[in-house]
C-alpha cells in the first residue's frame, strides 16, 4: 500500500514550478490532492504568471501518477483568508478530511532594499508568510478537531537562513516563514500535528529562469542568458549541480509528512546541494 494512501494533502501554489512538483510526488504515494493557485498576476512579479490550463496539467499529471488519486482544484489568492476558507470547505465535503498541507505559494522581488516600492514589499510579504500564515490558519481547525494528527510544510528558503542582497522582501518573509514554523510546531504539537519547513537552494523554475534573475548572478553580462548564469548557479553549491529539480524538494517533502518522520518537528530543512555549508 502506498504509504499516503487514505490522506489528503492541501498544496498551495500548485500549477507549476515547485507546487505542481509537489502534487504529483504526494500523489505517487497515494494521497488524494487539493490543489490551489491564484493562477492570476502579481503585478510586481517580473516572470509571467500561472494561467488556468497550468493548474490543470497538475491536475491531470496528479491523477495519472498512482490509481484511484483524487483531485480537487481552486483558484483562490492565499492572501484571501474567505477564499481559502471556501476551499477548506469544498475539501471537507469532498473528501471529509485534511490530513498534509504544503503551503507553497510564493512570489519574489528584487533591488535594493531602500528601492523597493510599497508594493513590492507588501505583496511578497502578504504571500509568502501572511499566506502560509493564513493556509494554516484555514486548514487547522478541522486536523484538531478529527485528533488523528497531520503534518504540515512550510517552504521557506535558504534565504530564510541567510542573508542574501537585493531580495529584502523575499528574505525577510522567508525568515518570517521558519519562525511561524517554529512557532506552530509548539502550538500544534500536542494535536500530534507536526510542523516543519523545507529550505530550498536554487531551484529550476519560472521564478528562477528569467531574464531578471540571470542579471543579478551576472551584472557585468549585457543582456546575459541562461548560459552566463549557469556557471554562477553551479558556483553556489557544494555537489557539481548547476541547480537543483523540483522534485528534489519535493522528494524532501514526501518525507517529511510520512510517518517516517513521525518523531520530527520544527525543523527548517535545506535542501541546498550543500549552498548553506559552503567555505
Avoid at 504539537?189 to 531574464?211: A, E, K
Avoid at 558556483?235 to 510520512?258: C, G, H, T, Y
Wanted: charged share 15%; aromatic share 4%; glycine share 10%.
Amino acid at each position: 500500500m502506498a504509504k499516503l494512501s487514505g490522506k489528503v494533502a492541501l498544496i498551495t501554489g500548485a500549477a507549476r514550478g515547485q507546487g505542481r512538483s509537489h502534487a504529483v510526488r504526494l500523489a505517487e504515494d497515494g494521497a488524494d490532492i487539493v490543489a490551489i493557485d491564484l493562477v492570476a498576476p502579481i503585478p510586481t512579479a517580473y516572470y509571467p504568471p500561472a494561467v488556468p490550463a497550468d493548474l490543470q496539467l497538475t491536475a491531470k499529471l496528479a491523477e495519472g501518477a498512482a490509481e484511484g488519486v483524487r483531485v480537487l482544484t481552486a483558484q483562490a489568492d492565499v492572501r484571501d483568508q474567505a477564499a481559502l476558507d471556501a476551499v477548506v470547505a469544498r475539501t471537507l465535503a469532498a473528501f471529509g478530511h485534511i490530513d498534509i498541507v504544503v503551503a507553497n505559494a510564493g512570489t519574489i522581488a528584487h533591488g535594493p532594499a531602500w528601492e523597493l516600492s510599497d508594493d513590492q514589499w507588501q505583496n511578497v510579504v502578504d504571500v509568502n508568510l501572511t499566506g502560509a500564515w493564513r493556509t494554516v490558519r484555514a486548514c487547522a481547525p478541522s486536523m484538531i478537531a478529527r485528533n488523528q494528527g497531520g503534518a504540515v510544510v512550510l517552504i521557506s528558503s535558504v534565504t530564510g537562513l541567510h542573508g542574501f542582497g537585493n531580495i529584502a522582501s523575499y528574505a525577510a518573509s522567508k525568515h518570517g516563514v521558519n519562525g511561524l514554523m517554529r512557532t506552530l510546531a509548539n502550538d500544534l504539537g500536542p494535536h500530534n500535528i507536526r510542523v516543519n519547513s523545507v529550505c530550498p537552494g536554487l531551484v529550476g523554475t519560472d521564478m528562477m529562469m528569467n531574464d531578471e534573475t540571470y542579471g543579478m548572478f551576472r551584472p557585468g553580462v549585457a543582456n546575459p542568458t541562461l548560459q552566463d548564469a549557469r556557471a554562477a548557479f553551479r558556483m553556489k553549491q557544494l555537489l557539481p549541480l548547476d541547480w537543483l529539480e523540483p522534485r528534489d524538494v519535493s522528494n524532501a517533502i514526501a518525507f517529511l509528512v510520512s510517518d517516517e518522520a513521525r518523531a520530527i518537528t520544527g525543523v527548517a530543512l535545506p535542501v541546498d546541494g550543500g549552498q548553506l555549508s559552503r567555505g
